[in-house]
C-alpha cells in the first residue's frame, strides 16, 4: 500500500493501482469542471486530470504547498492523478488486518474504503474510484 495524508488524516491505496507518485507542479486548471477537478498536469508528454480528493470526500481544505504530491492511478481503462497532502510511504497491509469502516465516516467517503488498520489508516478501494463515473467529466461549454 502506498501510505499518505489529507486533511491531517492517514490514507492508502494498494500499490497495484499506482503508476507512480511525483511532486504537484505546473497544474493548469480547467474551466467549467466540478470543483474536484483541481486541474491538468503533463507528466512528460501525457495530460493527466488530477482530482482533489478533498473536495471529493468533503474534506477540510488547505491551500497548495510544495509538499503536495500526486499519486497516479491507472486501470486498464483510466488513469488520473489524486492529489496528496503529503505521502509517508510504501508499506505491506495485510488484508486480514483491515477491519470494516468506522462508523463516523458517512457520506461519499464511505462508499470508496476498504476499511480501516488498527493503526487507523483509512484503506481507500482504488478499483471503485477508477471505476466511478462521477470522476469522469464529460461536459461540454456552449
Do not use: W
Amino acid at each position: 500500500m502506498v501510505e499518505f495524508i489529507l486533511a491531517h488524516e492517514r490514507y492508502a491505496v494498494a500499490s497495484e493501482y499506482v503508476r507512480e507518485v511525483y511532486p504537484l507542479e505546473q497544474l493548469t486548471p480547467l474551466p467549467c469542471t466540478p470543483a474536484f477537478v483541481l486541474g491538468i498536469v503533463n507528466l512528460r508528454g501525457e495530460i493527466l486530470s488530477v482530482i482533489n480528493i478533498k473536495k471529493f470526500f468533503d474534506l477540510p481544505e488547505k491551500g497548495l504547498t510544495d509538499l503536495n504530491k500526486v499519486i497516479v492511478l491507472e486501470s486498464e481503462d483510466r488513469v488520473f492523478g489524486i492529489l496528496a497532502d503529503a505521502i509517508n510511504g510504501v508499506r505491506r497491509i495485510l488484508r486480514s488486518d483491515i477491519q470494516p469502516s468506522l462508523p463516523t465516516l458517512t457520506g461519499i467517503r464511505q462508499d470508496y474504503l476498504q476499511g480501516v488498520t488498527a493503526e487507523r489508516v483509512v484503506v481507500l478501494d482504488a478499483e471503485k474510484l477508477l471505476a466511478d463515473e462521477k470522476l469522469i467529466v464529460q461536459e461540454q461549454v456552449g
